[in-house]
């Protein structure tokens, strides 16, 4: 028995049976990469993703990528041209970012363990750090003296209510990540104490959320905890990152998010947002949902058998390279991710087969009896949804197989 459909491929077109990348048939780009298994990235599908989050969100709202979902540089350097900012999470991203040329005050940089290194980083290249502790704050002050330069400081904010379930949880919880909401007014007022340029607030509640509700819920609780600390800080917010969390569908029975009334609210809180906070920049931080859905894994069947009569694609791809497509990621349950063989989409004759990857682990799975179209030897198997979280969020040192290429067409 076939396991339930992930939902279908919405974005790829399919010419005579083969999926179409970057406007390349997938045969003709894997001859072009030269060898599998490889990420390929599609940067239409980037620009139409941006055009759609556009087009839906007020034009007061900042749209920023978080580049730990894809910090391939080709990717970082194209998105860089079509949002507002970049938001990265370690000194190695910061450099990725650096290197796109974009302006550094549009470059903001959160992280719970922030070496001295990486702080000094920040504070040379002009960028805002998102203090996630009162001894980074102190850190970030003395370092800032050190170097003659006084740094962009904003505060990331641990909310005092959190997304679970379908609703939201009043009460907070602890975590690594921020500052406890009811400590940020004595925060905000060391910052005025010291010589630091103060530039806003960041709140970010969750990720890969798929319900509309929750994530409005979410906007209008940060929009309300945000107009609260404002008024004890130091000067006018400059920017106010009221986080992101949008996702994408990957498993059977996920819809994509429907934009339209996540806009609509958002611009019906605009005017109590100039009430409350005067010309503050908004800025939306996402990460997997600009991504995500622009970028496929490409992986090659190497041998085809079959074991008590389960049919197995053995292919030159797996978990290495694709940790979460095996379910090994988060993932409480494993899910198959949306599969097909790319270069004969429907076929004449269709099976249900597993996909396992050459790792000698059971993990190692990339379609547990998913119905594909009959595959052989030398047949290219396509995972979707594998623009973000794919290589760098992968074990490419486990069992000592070539790293992935990745290409952006
Ligand atoms: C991981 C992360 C993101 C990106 O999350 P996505 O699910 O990829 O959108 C954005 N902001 C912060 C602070 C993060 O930690």
Redesign the pocket.
């Known amino acids: 028995m076939a396991r339930p459909s992930p939902p279908p491929n919405r974005l790829f077109p399919v010419v005579d049976d083969c999926l179409v990348v970057g406007g390349i048939p997938l045969p003709q780009l894997a001859q072009r990469v030269g060898s599998s298994p490889f990420y390929a990235y599609d940067r239409a599908l980037l620009n139409q993703r941006v055009a759609e989050l556009r087009q839906a969100l007020p034009d007061a709202i900042a749209l920023h990528y978080?580049i730990?979902?894809n910090p391939m540089p080709a990717v970082v350097q194209h998105m860089a041209a079509i949002v507002d900012g970049l938001?990265v999470?370690s000194g190695g991203e910061l450099q990725v970012a650096l290197d796109t040329g974009i302006d550094p005050s549009t470059v903001s940089f959160?992280g719970p363990a922030k070496q001295p290194w990486e702080l000094s980083m920040a504070i040379a290249a002009g960028i805002t750090l998102n203090l996630e502790s009162e001894r980074e704050l102190a850190r970030c002050a003395q370092l800032g003296e050190q170097l003659g330069i006084p740094p962009r400081v904003a505060v990331r904010v641990n909310p005092d209510f959190e997304l679970k379930g379908a609703g939201m949880k009043m009460g907070g919880s602890p975590r690594p990540f921020g500052v406890d909401a009811e400590r940020v007014p004595a925060m905000l007022k060391r910052i005025g104490d010291l010589e630091l340029n103060f530039v806003g607030l960041h709140i970010?509640a969750g990720?890969?959320n798929l319900r509309v509700e929750s994530l409005m819920e979410a906007q209008a609780k940060t929009l309300e905890l945000g107009f609260r600390l404002a008024d004890h800080a130091p000067g006018p917010l400059q920017t106010f990152n009221i986080?992101?969390?949008?996702g994408i569908p990957y498993f059977p029975g996920d819809a994509p998010l429907d934009l339209a009334p996540i806009g609509e609210h958002l611009a019906h809180w605009l005017p109590r947002v100039r009430e409350h906070l005067g010309d503050t920049q908004l800025v939306l931080?996402?990460?997997?949902?600009l991504v995500g859905e622009a970028g496929i894994y490409v992986a090659e069947v190497v041998d085809r058998k079959s074991s008590r009569g389960q049919v197995f694609l053995l292919t030159n791809g797996g978990l290495h390279h694709h940790l979460a497509a095996s379910g090994n990621f988060g993932q409480v349950i494993r899910k198959n991710y949306p599969l097909v063989v790319g270069n004969r989409v429907v076929g004449s004759e269709r099976e249900v087969v597993t996909v396992v990857g050459p790792l000698c682990t059971p993990l190692d799975i990339l379609g547990d009896k998913i119905e594909l179209a009959r595959a052989d030897v030398g047949d290219l198997i396509v995972v979707f949804q594998s623009g973000?979280y794919g290589a760098t969020a992968s074990p490419g040192g486990f069992l000592g197989h070539p790293a992935v290429t990745e290409v952006l067409v």
Not at 243 to 246: A, H, M, P, Q, V
Not at 285 to 289: A, I, K, N, Q, V
């Open positions: 978080a730990k979902a938001d999470a959160a970010y990720s890969q986080g992101g969390g949008f931080e996402l990460g997997r949902y973000a």
